[in-house]
């Protein structure tokens, strides 16, 4: 019922609907979007579970920046 939104990457290399597990390599955080360069680079994640959208930090462990 997962379905993530990952944006802003280079050398995506993966498609719609490819599994991945928890340490795999998806891609490299791109610093090139205009309209988002003001914040830095960094990665746009969504998540949707069963269709609506959720936030999520809720799922994510928390580690060192």
Do not use: C, W
């Not at 993966?14 to 991945?20: N, T």
């Amino acid at each position: 019922g997962f379905v993530s939104v990952y944006k802003l990457l280079d050398g995506v290399t993966l498609k719609a609907g490819d599994k991945i597990s928890q340490g795999d390599l998806i891609g490299k955080v791109s610093g090139t979007a205009m309209d988002e360069i003001a914040s830095g680079a960094h990665l746009h994640l969504e998540l949707f579970k069963d269709g609506a959208k959720i936030n999520p930090m809720d799922y994510l462990v928390q580690g060192d920046k």
